[in-house]
């Protein structure tokens, strides 16, 4: 109903699809390799294998790609305008870090649209850390006119190894950004497309998966579930570590690091089920740290990168 | 000789200034203020391990994109050093018939110097060959090449990054180019793979290309004509005015707020304030939410009617001179609508549940391993609630509730499992408080929910009634004994259990709302809460004796800081033991108004004579003996003594009756008696019976007169 009434009016803004598309294009043109999302559930776009085991090594690297990323905790049976269990994300990640690189990212900006001078656009710090993936980083959040829109990131540590070159990491919130184009109040209301909304294509997920994962997921199945990705994921990377040879080069490595992401979705559901007390969840990410970590360590022999050198944190 | 020509050139020569501009991807702001600071001392150690800081000033300036020093007032080139090198003695560099020898020729040429500017020196050990050397003093350029990157390298922060990898530099954000400009010149050194030169950027959009600069002058100028004020003070008064317009404007007050001042200062190179509004609905949310959604996540400034309710208006510090076409304000009016809508819907669904209801949630909070869980802690926080009130109650003061005390303490950490206490933990407490007001608890209660953490600091109010004292007090006490008990002590830099912030508060809330508490049965309360409540743990009694010590040292702090009392007297008033420290902070009162009465010093003085000897003596610390009058052989032994056993009757009677001044008059009497004592009596007599006896007089005048205050702690040193 809402849609129709605003597509009489001459629509301003890009389509939220336009959107992915022009900042696909924008990162191609930049030397991207383009991706496509993750083909298993990611709290986010850095859990991607093309960010979280491309920013190890020495090898130079630029990947650009959106990834849905499902967030059970932040649910909100499509009843408020703004937060959604599952929204999409656009990351970049370009290794080396370029020099040039906040141009770089200002000139997307102004692909999509936005004149930099006619609005308040600043880097405010925000430094980013995955406690579950032993990666961390330093930067910013971008603000455009108040509105936090990407999460710009030096990544220093992968996996708990520090990386060398240094990685940048770009995650655009593509709802939000979307909805400051189109200059609309509620994501639901985004034009997806020339005649869909966001609200037709994606609500009925919202107010689904909302309901599944605070009120009917098994918490149980859902525990054993962890318990069972877990043990494959380490059994997996206790495999390669007694390995030798040429085997080695093609060991299953990857599968690990799938393993390694169920269960960091899998602990998401449980937290937002609300069935995890403090001292557990620190316990349980700490588990899936430890996947990740060795994942991240095998990873980088396998490529035979330089051997792993861990300083402390400055 | 050419020391002379020296000293005429240095009058001759010409002051040099020097511009050093670090370019870096935006510094966060709270670091700004400490790293100016930390660049002008750095500048200033530097130039002074190279005698070059004489007459120098030194600026310094801090904007999101920059961090800049301007130095004036630096010589040309350092002094030249003369320095005379000593040689063989001349008995050694001379032979017989006065002709030098190799020993002399080989200190001659290992100075570069012909024999003939060689001469003799006497010093204590004899006569010698020496030589004078000059030092000649490097060109300020010279030193600057070192020193600018110096300066910046040893700045510290508190996370640094690399942005190119593990051999790279460490800043705390990437470092884009260097400003390095000594009187006109650019002064080329490298740091960070960045070469220093006269070019530099500004505003990141109104800022036209780089821009080549002279000097500070040059520089401020042209970069205020792109887009960036570079003092820091010169940007607050352009916010604080631009604030103050809208205010008037408005016919609203700002509401007051000196660190997001100082965010929003270092926060912006081009600051301007722009005005916005937010729909007069959601005013509907206390004020509390309403300023913390718009100062926390916005940093906007909230307005307020005349009445102190805040008004649907907000003034947002934006990094543009103007936003003509209203685009910048539409934006940030959208952001505050969701963010609103979001605290709405908190406050909305957090009520679909009684406060109470939370409870069993807050099972899964965990406070401390060791100590458990939030709802543990809630249950010891309300037996030491009750206890307190119920003392209180008893000694008179009438309105401690023990059930109000005993229920705000229940609902007191409910708010832990809200939403919008996850959403905003600033406002712990201030929630719980609303939520509680909003579902009918008494108002009581509802105040000491919302006050229990305070006070946070030395400036903030305590809570505003006896029952959120009590819970405020009981929270704190349990948090101290719990964490001591687990060995979770503060160490100088950490206290991650904000143990001092806890200490304090309960001090300042004794001491202002004058409540009777003994700190020691307050902490052995505190130790039966968490023996008889989860996690059933008992605490041995040198660690109450340390969470004790730890109050009681938190406690003269506070006298000190807060009331004013000198080290000496609080020391003083300590070491004669502390109990309670309203009866503590009478005996300081008291104590301060005696001293500046003629003999009391003087008396002061004879207690420190008095302590010496006994402690010199084999005279045991806490031995008591029976003084035996037949055994005294002056007139002034028996006067003192029986002058002491009058005082003695009379300053009881006083103590008891807590007149602490009077007291001390009497004990102030006792001067000359003690006086003439010293004087005409030697104590340590050859006579064994004698001494001891006398000895015995000493030691009960300490033990009758140093319970108010111990005055052999008076005098000496002011501050420790």
């Given at each position: 109903?809402?849609?129709?009434?605003?597509?009489?009016?001459?629509?301003?803004?890009?389509?939220?699809?336009?959107?992915?598309?022009?900042?696909?294009?924008?990162?191609?043109?930049?030397?991207?390799?383009?991706?496509?999302?993750?083909?298993?559930?990611?709290?986010?776009?850095?859990?991607?294998?093309?960010?979280?085991?491309?920013?190890?090594?020495?090898?130079?690297?630029?990947?650009?790609?959106?990834?849905?990323?499902?967030?059970?905790?932040?649910?909100?049976?499509?009843?408020?305008?703004?937060?959604?269990?599952?929204?999409?994300?656009?990351?970049?990640?370009?290794?080396?870090?370029?020099?040039?690189?906040?141009?770089?990212?200002?000139?997307?900006?102004?692909?999509?649209?936005?004149?930099?001078?006619?609005?308040?656009?600043r880097f405010e710090e925000d430094n980013w850390e995955s406690p579950t993936l032993g990666a961390w980083g330093i930067g910013w959040q971008v603000l455009l006119d108040g509105l936090?829109?990407?999460?710009?990131?030096?990544?220093?540590?992968?996996?708990?190894?520090?990386?060398?070159?240094?990685?940048?990491?770009?995650?655009?919130?593509?709802?939000?950004?979307?909805?400051?184009?189109?200059?609309?109040?509620?994501?639901?209301?985004?034009?997806?497309?020339?005649?869909?909304?966001?609200?037709?294509?994606?609500?009925?997920?919202?107010?689904?998966?909302?309901?599944?994962?605070?009120?009917?997921?098994?918490?149980?199945?859902?525990?054993?579930?962890?318990?069972?990705?877990?043990?494959?994921?380490?059994?997996?990377?206790d495999g390669f570590a007694t390995t030798e040879g040429q085997v080695r080069a093609r060991y299953p490595l990857l599968p690990a690091y799938d393993h390694c992401l169920k269960c960091?979705?899998?602990?998401?559901?449980?937290?937002?089920?609300?069935?995890?007390?403090?001292?557990?969840?620190?316990?349980?990410?700490?588990?899936?740290?430890?996947?990740?970590?060795?994942?991240?360590?095998?990873?980088?022999?396998?490529?035979?990168?330089?051997?792993?050198?861990?300083?402390?944190?400055? | 000789?050419?020391?002379?020509?020296?000293?005429?050139?240095?009058?001759?020569?010409?002051?040099?200034?020097?511009?050093?501009?670090?370019?870096?991807?935006?510094?966060?702001?709270?670091?700004?203020?400490?790293?100016?600071?930390?660049?002008?001392?750095?500048?200033?150690?530097?130039?002074?391990?190279?005698?070059?800081?004489?007459?120098?000033?030194?600026?310094?300036?801090?904007?999101?994109?920059?961090?800049?020093?301007?130095?004036?007032?630096?010589?040309?080139?350092?002094?030249?050093?003369?320095?005379?090198?000593?040689?063989?003695?001349?008995?050694?560099?001379?032979?017989?018939?006065?002709?030098?020898?190799?020993?002399?020729?080989?200190?001659?040429?290992?100075?570069?110097?012909?024999?003939?500017?060689?001469?003799?020196?006497?010093?204590?050990?004899?006569?010698?060959?020496?030589?004078?050397?000059?030092?000649?003093?490097?060109?300020?350029?010279?030193?600057?090449?070192?020193?600018?990157?110096?300066?910046?390298?040893?700045?510290?922060?508190?996370?640094?990054?690399?942005?190119?990898?593990?051999?790279?530099?460490?800043?705390?954000?990437?470092?884009?180019?260097?400003?390095?400009?000594?009187?006109?010149?650019?002064?080329?050194?490298?740091?960070?793979?960045?070469?220093?030169?006269?070019?530099?950027?500004?505003?990141?959009?109104?800022?036209?290309?780089?821009?080549?600069?002279?000097?500070?002058?040059?520089?401020?100028?042209?970069?205020?004509?792109?887009?960036?004020?570079?003092?820091?003070?010169?940007?607050?008064?352009?916010?604080?005015?631009?604030?103050?317009?809208?205010?008037?404007?408005?016919?609203?007050?700002?509401?007051?707020?000196?660190?997001?001042?100082?965010?929003?200062?270092?926060?912006?190179?081009?600051?301007?304030?722009?005005?916005?509004?937010?729909?007069?609905?959601?005013?509907?949310?206390?004020?509390?939410?309403?300023?913390?959604?718009?100062?926390?996540?916005?940093?906007?400034?909230?307005?307020?009617?005349?009445?102190?309710?805040?008004?649907?208006?907000?003034?947002?510090?934006?990094?543009?001179?103007?936003?003509?076409?209203?685009?910048?304000?539409?934006?940030?009016?959208?952001?505050?609508?969701?963010?609103?809508?979001?605290?709405?819907?908190?406050?909305?669904?957090?009520?679909?549940?009684?406060?109470?209801?939370?409870?069993?949630?807050?099972?899964?909070?965990?406070?401390?391993?060791?100590?458990?869980?939030?709802?543990?802690?809630?249950?010891?926080?309300?037996?030491?609630?009750?206890?307190?009130?119920?003392?209180?109650?008893?000694?008179?003061?009438?309105?401690?509730?023990?059930?109000?005390?005993?229920?705000?303490?229940?609902?007191?950490?409910?708010?832990?499992?809200?939403?919008?206490?996850?959403?905003?933990?600033?406002?712990?407490?201030?929630?719980?408080?609303?939520?509680?007001?909003?579902?009918?608890?008494?108002?009581?209660?509802?105040?000491?929910?919302?006050?229990?953490?305070?006070?946070?600091?030395?400036?903030?109010?305590?809570?505003?009634?006896?029952?959120?004292?009590?819970?405020?007090?009981?929270?704190?006490?349990?948090?101290?004994?719990?964490?001591?008990?687990?060995?979770?002590?503060?160490?100088?830099?950490?206290?991650?259990?904000?143990?001092?912030r806890a200490a304090l508060g309960i001090v300042k809330i004794i001491l202002e709302r004058k409540l009777p508490v003994s700190l020691s049965l307050a902490v052995g309360a505190a130790?039966?809460?968490?023996?008889?409540?989860?996690?059933?743990?008992?605490?041995?009694?040198?660690?109450?004796?340390?969470?004790?010590?730890?109050?009681?040292?938190?406690?003269?702090?506070?006298?000190?800081?807060?009331?004013?009392?000198?080290?000496?007297?609080?020391?003083?008033?300590?070491?004669?033991?502390?109990?309670?420290?309203?009866?503590?902070?009478?005996?300081?009162?008291?104590?301060?108004?005696?001293?500046?009465?003629?003999?009391?010093?003087?008396?002061?003085?004879?207690?420190?004579?008095?302590?010496?000897?006994?402690?010199?003596?084999?005279?045991?610390?806490?031995?008591?003996?029976?003084?035996?009058?037949?055994?005294?052989?002056?007139?002034?032994?028996?006067?003192?003594?029986?002058?002491?056993?009058?005082?003695?009757?009379?300053?009881?009677?006083?103590?008891?009756?807590?007149?602490?001044?009077?007291?001390?008059?009497?004990?102030?009497?006792?001067?000359?008696?003690?006086?003439?004592?010293?004087?005409?009596?030697?104590?340590?007599?050859?006579?064994?019976?004698?001494?001891?006896?006398?000895?015995?007089?000493?030691?009960?005048?300490?033990?009758?007169?140093?319970?108010?205050?111990?005055?052999?702690?008076?005098?000496?040193?002011?501050?420790?």
């Amino acid at each position: 109903m809402t849609a129709k009434v605003k597509l009489e009016k001459k629509p301003t803004g890009l389509n939220f699809q336009d959107l992915v598309l022009k900042l696909s294009h924008f990162w191609t043109k930049q030397g991207c390799v383009l991706q496509q999302p993750y083909d298993v559930e990611v709290g986010a776009g850095t859990m991607h294998p093309e960010t979280f085991l491309r920013v190890l090594g020495p090898a130079a690297y630029r990947v650009a790609y959106a990834q849905p990323s499902r967030r059970p905790a932040d649910g909100r049976y499509g009843e408020n305008p703004n937060r959604l269990y599952k929204h999409t994300q656009f990351q970049v990640i370009l290794k080396p870090s370029p020099g040039d690189v906040q141009d770089l990212y200002l000139e997307s900006l102004g692909a999509m649209g936005i004149t930099l001078k006619e609005h308040d656009i600043r880097f405010e710090e925000d430094n980013w850390e995955s406690p579950t993936l032993g990666a961390w980083g330093i930067g910013w959040q971008v603000l455009l006119d108040g509105l936090e829109i990407t999460q710009f990131t030096y990544f220093q540590q992968s996996g708990g190894i520090d990386l060398d070159p240094i990685s940048v990491e770009l995650t655009y919130g593509l709802e939000r950004i979307c909805a400051f184009l189109q200059g609309v109040s509620s994501v639901y209301d985004l034009r997806w497309s020339r005649d869909k909304t966001y609200g037709q294509i994606r609500l009925a997920e919202e107010q689904q998966f909302s309901e599944y994962s605070f009120n009917r997921s098994d918490a149980q199945a859902i525990r054993a579930e962890f318990e069972l990705h877990e043990k494959q994921a380490q059994e997996l990377l206790d495999g390669f570590a007694t390995t030798e040879g040429q085997v080695r080069a093609r060991y299953p490595l990857l599968p690990a690091y799938d393993h390694c992401l169920k269960c960091s979705n899998l602990f998401n559901l449980l937290d937002a089920r609300g069935v995890i007390s403090t001292t557990e969840r620190a316990a349980l990410m700490a588990r899936v740290r430890m996947v990740a970590c060795r994942t991240a360590a095998g990873y980088l022999e396998q490529i035979g990168g330089p051997t792993v050198r861990r300083e402390v944190r400055g | 000789m050419n020391r002379s020509r020296q000293s005429k050139r240095k009058a001759a020569e010409k002051e040099i200034e020097v511009l050093l501009e670090v370019g870096c991807e935006e510094i966060p702001a709270g670091m700004l203020p400490k790293a100016e600071e930390d660049l002008r001392a750095n500048l200033g150690k530097l130039l002074a391990a190279e005698n070059l800081s004489d007459g120098v000033t030194v600026e310094t300036f801090g904007a999101p994109r920059r961090l800049v020093a301007h130095l004036r007032g630096l010589r040309e080139k350092q002094a030249d050093v003369v320095h005379e090198v000593t040689g063989p003695p001349k008995s050694v560099a001379y032979d017989a018939v006065g002709e030098p020898t190799r020993a002399a020729l080989s200190f001659a040429e290992k100075q570069g110097l012909a024999l003939k500017d060689l001469y003799i020196v006497t010093n204590p050990k004899g006569e010698y060959l020496a030589a004078q050397q000059v030092k000649r003093g490097r060109t300020a350029e010279q030193i600057l090449a070192e020193m600018l990157p110096r300066a910046i390298h040893d700045l510290s922060w508190p996370r640094s990054m690399t942005w190119t990898g593990m051999d790279g530099a460490r800043f705390i954000r990437p470092i884009r180019w260097i400003v390095a400009v000594v009187n006109g010149k650019p002064l080329p050194f490298s740091f960070a793979g960045v070469t220093a030169g006269d070019l530099t950027l500004g505003h990141r959009f109104l800022g036209k290309g780089p821009l080549r600069v002279r000097d500070f002058r040059d520089y401020e100028r042209k970069l205020k004509a792109n887009g960036v004020v570079v003092r820091p003070a010169e940007r607050r008064e352009k916010i604080s005015k631009e604030l103050a317009a809208h205010g008037k404007r408005g016919a609203y007050r700002v509401h007051e707020d000196a660190e997001l001042l100082k965010l929003v200062t270092y926060l912006n190179e081009c600051p301007s304030v722009l005005e916005g509004d937010f729909d007069p609905s959601f005013l509907a949310l206390p004020d509390e939410i309403l300023i913390t959604v718009m100062r926390g996540h916005q940093k906007y400034f909230a307005v307020e009617r005349r009445g102190g309710e805040v008004a649907p208006h907000f003034l947002a510090v934006i990094n543009l001179p103007k936003d003509p076409k209203g685009l910048v304000r539409a934006g940030h009016e959208r952001v505050l609508r969701a963010r609103l809508a979001d605290a709405q819907f908190f406050w909305e669904s957090d009520q679909k549940c009684r406060l109470a209801d939370y409870l069993p949630k807050l099972e899964r909070v965990t406070y401390e391993s060791r100590l458990g869980s939030y709802r543990d802690k809630v249950e010891r926080v309300r037996a030491m609630a009750r206890w307190l009130s119920e003392q209180w109650f008893n000694s008179g003061l009438l309105q401690a509730h023990v059930a109000e005390a005993d229920r705000a303490a229940e609902l007191s950490k409910c708010d832990l499992a809200t939403e919008m206490v996850r959403e905003f933990t600033e406002l712990q407490g201030i929630v719980g408080g609303l939520y509680a007001r909003a579902q009918g608890e008494p108002d009581d209660v509802a105040d000491a929910i919302y006050d229990h953490y305070r006070p946070v600091g030395l400036e903030d109010p305590i809570p505003r009634n006896l029952t959120g004292c009590a819970v405020a007090l009981g929270d704190k006490f349990d948090s101290i004994v719990g964490c001591f008990a687990v060995g979770l002590l503060p160490t100088g830099s950490s206290d991650p259990y904000a143990l001092r912030r806890a200490a304090l508060g309960i001090v300042k809330i004794i001491l202002e709302r004058k409540l009777p508490v003994s700190l020691s049965l307050a902490v052995g309360a505190a130790a039966k809460a968490l023996l008889t409540n989860a996690p059933k743990r008992g605490v041995p009694p040198e660690q109450e004796a340390q969470a004790l010590a730890f109050l009681l040292d938190r406690a003269k702090f506070v006298l000190r800081e807060r009331e004013k009392f000198s080290y000496d007297e609080v020391n003083a008033v300590f070491r004669a033991g502390v109990e309670d420290l309203m009866d503590a902070e009478k005996r300081l009162v008291a104590l301060k108004a005696i001293r500046k009465s003629k003999n009391f010093e003087p008396l002061a003085v004879s207690f420190k004579r008095i302590r010496n000897i006994l402690e010199k003596s084999d005279f045991k610390k806490e031995e008591v003996r029976a003084i035996q009058p037949d055994l005294f052989e002056s007139g002034a032994e028996r006067e003192l003594f029986s002058a002491v056993r009058a005082a003695a009757t009379k300053v009881q009677a006083e103590k008891r009756a807590g007149k602490y001044q009077e007291a001390l008059e009497v004990i102030a009497g006792l001067r000359k008696a003690v006086d003439d004592f010293f004087e005409q009596v030697m104590v340590m007599a050859e006579k064994e019976a004698v001494r001891r006896n006398r000895l015995a007089l000493l030691s009960e005048i300490l033990r009758e007169f140093t319970t108010i205050a111990d005055f052999s702690e008076l005098g000496g040193e002011e501050r420790k």
